[in-house]
C-alpha cells in the first residue's frame, strides 16, 4: 500500500514545489514582459526579437531531447516502453528543476529569475546530461530513482557549469566538456555505486531486430541536429563555422565507423551497436571546438578519430568495464559521451593554445572573451587600468583545467549520488526485473505472453536453428 | 462492380472540382505575387517577406499534423497501414477543401481568395480538427465515410471559427477552443450516430507491443512541437510567452500523468495509454492563454491539472463511455482534446477577466482587439466617436460564450454528419471488418498469414502464459 | 583475410585523401571566415548573415536525406539494417565527396574552394540523387559497390549539372531533373549492368507488416518536407510561390494515388507501396516549376497527372521492368523520381515557353536569369552592347534540351559505372546473400535464429491459412 502512492507522495510533492517556486522567484524575461514590450514599441524602440532567431534551433535540440534520446534507448527488447516512455519524464522532470536551480544559482536579484527562449535551450542542453548518465544505468534503475538522480545531478551540473564557464571562462560552445563528459562519468559513477552481480545474469539485456531499428530512429535524429546542437548559442561567423566543422566532424566519424567496425570484425561486417552509437561521437568531439577556426580538414580529422575511438571502445572497452570491472554502462555512454567529450576537451586546450589575432582578428575576443585585454573591450581607451588578457597558452592551461574540474564533479557527485540511491527505499529493480518494462507498466496480459512466446521461441529456435547448421555442415 | 470503381469516381470527381475551384477562385496573395513583387522592388519598397519568419513553425505544425496524429493513431495492432496511410489521405483531402471553404468565406471579392503561408498554416489546424475527430471514429469507418465527414466538418469548422473568432472575437491563439474541442465533440457526437454493438465485441482492438511503440513516434513528436502550434500565429512579446507557457504546461502535463497514472494502479504500475495521449493534454489546456500573462507557474498550474484530469478520464471516465453510453471514443479523444480544450476554455474566460492594462500595457489591444476603444486604437486623437472597448469581464463573458457557441455547432454539426454516414452506400465496416486494415489495403497473403499466426500465438499463449501463472502460484 | 581488410583499405584511404584535398583546397567562405567577420564589423559594414535565413530549411533537406530516404527504403523484410545504416553511409560519405568535386569543379581559382550553408545544401542535394540511385539497385550490391558508385556518380552528376544549369542556363529550383531524373536513370543503368537472374528468385525481397510501418516514417518525413527542398534555394515571392505550389502539388497527388490506387485493385483496396511511393511523385513533378507563375490549380493538375502516372506505374510498368526488361527497379525510383522528373521537366519547357513579362514582371529575369537583355539587367543603360535575351519559347527549348543532356549523363554514365562494378572483387552478394543483411552485418545468432522462425512460420502458415480459406469457401 505504501508501495502504491510512493511515487505519487514523492513526485507530486516535488512538482507541487516546483510550482510555489516558479510563483515566488519566476517571471518572464524582457522579451516576454508584456508591459515593458509595450513600453518599447511606444517609444520606438524597435527590439530585436531573439525567438524567431533561435527558435528553429531551439525546436531541433528539442527533437534531440525526446525522440533522438528516447529512441536511441529503445535497443533492449523488453525495455522499449522504459526507454521511450521514462526519458519523457525524466526529460519533463529536468527541464522544470534545471530553470529553478540554474535560475537562483544565476539570479543577481536574491534569487528570482527571468525565462526566456535561451533559458528553454539551456535546460533542453541540461537534460541531455541527465539522459546521458540515464544511459548508463538503464535498465537498473526505478522511475523513483531517477527522479531522485535527477534532483542531485541538476544541482551538481549546475555548479560545475558555473566554476568551468563563469569563473574559468572557457569556451565550450557544444558543452561536449560540461553536458557529455559531466554526464557520462556522473551516469558512470552512478552505475559503479548500484553495480550488482545480477545486472550480469540478465537474460533481457539485448537487442531483436525490430528493437534495432527503433533505436536508429534516435541515432538518425541525433545525427542530424547535432549542428543544431553545437551551433544554436554560436554566432555570426562562430555559427556559419559550429554548423559547418560539426557537418564534416560528424560526417567523417561515420565513414570511420564502418570502416573500423569492419576491419575488427572476422566476417568483415558491420556492427549494429557501433553505427547506432559511434556514428555520434564526431559531433560530441568536434563540440567544444566546433566554432573555431579549425578549418574544415581539422573538422574532419577530429571526427576520424572520435569515430574510431568509440568503434574500438564498444569492441574491447566495453566488455571489460561491463564484466570485469564492476561498472555496466548498459548504453555505452562512455564510447559515445565521455571519451569523445575529453578528446572534445583535450582538442578545445589545443586550439586554445594556437589561437592568435592573425587567424581570428577581433572575434578572438567574443570567442574566448578572458583573452581580451581590457583596453581591447572598452575601445580606444584611457591609459588607467590595463588589465592584459590571458594569452593563448593561458587559456589552454584554463580549458584543460576545466576539464579536471568537471570530471571531479561529475565522478564525486556521481558517487554520493549512487551511494543514495542504494538506499531501500526507492524500489529498485532486482533479478528478473532488471531491463524488463513488467515492474514499470501495466502492459496487458495479452502483450506480455506474445512478448514471452517470442522469446520462447526464440529460445527453442536458436537450438533449431543451430541443429540446422550443423545438419547443414555435415 | 460499382463498388469498385465508386471510391475513384466520388474522390476524382472531387480532385477535380477543387482544380475548377481553385482555377477560378484562387491566386497567390500579394507576397508570392510576382508582378506585385517586381513593382515593390522597382520601387525600393522593402517589404519583409513573411514566409522565412513563419516557415520553421508551419513546418512544426506540418509535423504534428502528418507524423503526430498519424503515428499516434498506429496503436491498433492490425490497423497500422489505415492509421497512417488515411492519416496522409484525410490530411491531403482536408488542406485542399480548407482552403478553398475558408478562402470563399473569408473572401471580401465574390469568393475569389488568395494563398500564402498564413493560409497553408490555418488549413494545416483545420486538419488537425479532421484528424481529431477522426480519432474518435478510427477502425470503425470506411475510407469513403472520412471523405464525406471531411466535406461536412470542414464547412462547419470554417462556420463555427467564424461566429466565435471574427464575431465573438475571442482570443484563442492555440485553437484550444475552435480546434480541439470542436474536433473532439464534432467526432464523439460522429461517433455515437454510427455506433453499432458489434464495435465492444471486437476482438481486434487492442495493441501490442511493437504497435505502442510506433504510437510513441506521434506522441513525441507531438509533444516536442505543441510549442510551435500554440504561438505559430501569436507575435512579439505574445509569441515568447506563447513558447514559454506552452513549454512548461505540456512538462508538468506529462509528469502529473506518470504520478496519477502509478496512483491509480495497484501494482504502482504506469499506463501506456496514458503516457501516450495524456502527457499532451497539457499543451491543449494552455493552448487558450498561452500569449497571455498567465506567468510560468499559471502554465504549470494548468499543465498538472490537465495531465491529472486526463489520466483520470482515461482510467474511468473512456470505458464508462464506451461500453455503457453507446461513444465509443477509439482513441479517447474526449481526454485528450475534448475535456483539456474545455478546460483551456475556461482558463481563457478566467484569464480575460483579470486582464488589465497595468498588466498588460498596450498589449491588451493586441491580445484582446475588442477591448480597446475606438481612440486607443486611433493614438492621440479626436473627441468625437469614442466607442467603449470591453471590459475585462464583458470578455471573459464572450470568452466562455465561444465556447458554448463551439460545443453547440460540434454536437449538432457532428449529429448530422454522424446520420449522413449511416446511409447504406459509403461501405462501413462490420464485424470482422472493424478495426482491420484487410478492407482497407491489399496487403500480400502472406503478411495475413502472420499477422493471423502472431494472433493465434498470442491467444495460444495467453492460456499458456495464464496456466503458467497458475503452476507458479502453485 | 583479404577480404576482411579490403573495406577498411579502400573506404579508409579515401577517407584519408578526403583529409588530405579538404586540407590543400577547402576554407570557410566569407561569412565563416573570422577575420574577414571581424573586418566588416570594425568598418561597421552590417552584413546579413545567411545562416538563419537558410538553415531551417537546410534542417528539413538534412531530415529528408537521412530519415526519409532512410526509412523508406526499410520495407524489405530482412534488410533493414543495411537500408538505414549503407543509407547513413553512402549519405555520410557523398557529402564530403561532392564537396570536394563540386568545389574544385567551380572554383574559380585553380581549385581552391570556399564552404558555407550553401554549400551544405547542395552537397546534401547531392545526397538524394545518389540514395535514388542506391534505391534501385538496393539489396543488389555490397557496401563497397556503393561506395565505388558513388565515386563516379558524383563526378558524373556535378559534370551534368555544370552543363545544364551553368551553361544552358535552365531554371530547376527543386532539382527535379538535375537530381530526380539523373539519380533514377544513372540508377536503372546500373541496376540493368548488374542484372543476374537469381535476383528474380530471391525469396527475400519482400515486405512484413512493421516493415512497411518503418517505411511510412520515411514516406512522411520526405512528404512533409518536400516544399522545403523545392523552396530553399528559392527567394522571395519565389520562394512564396514554391512552398505553396509543392503544397498543393504533394497534396493532390495524394488523393490521386488512393483514387486510382482503389480503381487498379479488384477488392477496390488501396496498395501500400504505391501509397508510400507514389504519393511523393507530385514534390517531385512540380519541382522545376515550384517557384514559377502556375498558380495553385497548376500545381494541382501537376500533383493528379503524377500521382495517377506513379500509381500506374507500379502496378503495371515495375512489374515488366523487374521481370521482362531485365532492369530490377528494388524501390520502383523509377515511379517516384524517374517519370516524374521527365514530368516535371516537360512542365519546366511549356511554363518557360509561357513566361511573359506581363505574368512576372522584372521577376522574370531573376528567375530566368538567360532571358534578360544585357540593358535589363544592367538598369538604364548605354546604346552600345545591348544583347538580346532569351525569348520565352527558346528558353522552353533550352529547358527540354536540359532534360536530354540529363538523360545522356544519366544512362551513358550510369552503364560505365555498372560495368565497373561487375568487376569481380567488390564482394557483390549473390544467391542468397541478396536482400539480406546477414552478409553485412555482424547480426547475433538469436536474431537471426529470430528471423527465420518468422519466415517459417510465415511459411508454414500461409498454408494453414489457405487450408482455412478453403475450409471456410467449403
Chains 1, 2, 3 share one sequence.
Not at 81 to 95: H, Q, R
Not at 119 to 133: E, G, K, M, R
Not at 225 to 240: H, I, T
Not at 400 to 406: E, R
Amino acid at each position: 500500500m505504501w508501495k502504491r502512492g510512493k511515487f505519487f507522495a514523492i513526485v507530486g510533492t516535488l512538482q507541487v514545489a516546483f510550482v510555489i517556486l516558479f510563483a515566488v522567484l519566476g517571471d518572464y524575461d524582457e522579451q516576454g514582459d508584456a508591459v515593458k514590450s509595450s513600453h518599447r514599441r511606444e517609444h520606438g524602440e524597435h527590439e530585436e526579437y531573439e525567438l524567431p532567431k533561435l527558435y528553429p534551433m531551439f525546436a531541433d535540440v528539442h527533437v534531440m531531447i525526446f525522440v533522438g534520446f528516447g529512441f536511441l534507448m529503445t535497443f533492449l527488447r523488453r525495455y522499449g516502453y522504459s526507454s521511450i516512455g521514462l526519458n519523457l519524464l525524466v526529460a519533463a522532470f529536468t527541464c522544470q528543476w534545471h530553470t529553478i536551480v540554474f535560475g537562483m544559482i544565476s539570479s543577481k536579484t536574491f534569487g528570482y529569475f527571468t525565462v526566456g527562449i535561451e533559458s528553454l535551450l539551456t535546460a533542453d542542453f541540461a537534460c541531455a546530461a541527465v539522459l546521458i548518465s540515464m544511459g548508463a544505468v538503464l535498465g537498473k534503475t526505478s522511475p523513483l530513482q531517477l527522479i531522485v538522480m535527477i534532483l542531485f545531478e541538476i544541482v551538481i551540473f549546475v555548479a560545475n557549469e558555473y566554476v568551468t564557464v563563469t569563473l574559468l571562462q572557457i569556451a565550450d560552445i557544444g558543452g561536449s566538456v560540461v553536458v557529455h563528459s559531466f554526464g557520462a562519468y556522473f551516469g558512470l559513477a552512478v552505475a559503479r555505486m548500484i553495480f550488482k552481480k545480477d545486472v550480469l545474469k540478465s537474460s533481457k539485456e539485448g537487442s531483436v531486430y525490430h528493437s534495432d531499428l527503433f533505436s536508429m530512429i534516435g541515432t538518425i535524429f541525433l545525427w542530424i541536429f547535432w549542428p543544431s546542437f553545437n551551433s544554436a548559442l554560436a554566432e555570426e561567423d562562430g555559427q556559419s563555422r559550429a554548423v559547418i566543422n560539426t557537418y564534416y566532424a560528424i560526417a567523417a566519424s561515420t565513414v570511420a565507423v564502418f570502416a573500423v567496425s569492419s576491419l575488427l570484425n572476422k566476417k568483415s561486417s558491420f556492427d549494429m551497436v557501433a553505427v547506432q552509437n559511434a556514428t555520434l561521437a564526431g559531433g560530441v568531439a568536434v563540440g567544444t571546438t566546433a566554432n573555431m577556426v579549425i578549418y574544415p580538414y581539422g573538422a574532419v580529422i577530429i571526427g576520424i578519430v572520435a569515430g574510431s575511438l568509440s568503434t574500438v571502445g564498444y569492441q574491447f572497452l566495453t566488455p571489460f568495464l561491463n564484466e570485469k570491472a564492476g561498472f555496466h554502462d548498459t548504453c555505452g555512454v562512455n564510447n559515445l559521451h565521455g571519451m569523445p567529450g575529453l578528446l572534445a576537451g583535450i582538442a578545445g586546450a589545443v586550439v586554445a593554445a594556437l589561437a592568435t589575432p592573425e587567424k581570428y582578428g577581433d572575434s578572438l575576443y567574443k570567442l574566448y572573451p578572458a583573452m581580451a585585454s581590457s583596453n581591447s573591450t572598452l575601445g580606444n581607451t584611457s591609459e588607467v587600468n590595463i588589465e592584459v588578457g590571458r594569452t593563448p597558452i593561458e587559456q589552454g592551461g584554463y580549458q584543460m583545467a576545466a576539464v579536471c574540474v568537471t570530471l571531479a564533479f561529475a565522478i564525486v557527485g556521481g558517487c554520493v549520488t549512487g551511494l543514495i540511491l542504494r538506499l531501500p527505499i526507492w524500489d529498485e529493480p532486482k533479478g528478473g526485473e532488471l531491463f524488463d518494462d513488467e515492474p514499470n507498466w501495466s502492459v496487458s496480459e495479452e502483450t506480455n505472453a506474445l512478448i514471452d512466446a517470442n522469446d520462447q521461441n526464440e529460445a527453442v529456435l536458436t537450438i533449431d536453428y543451430k541443429k540446422k547448421e550443423i545438419t547443414n555442415a555435415v
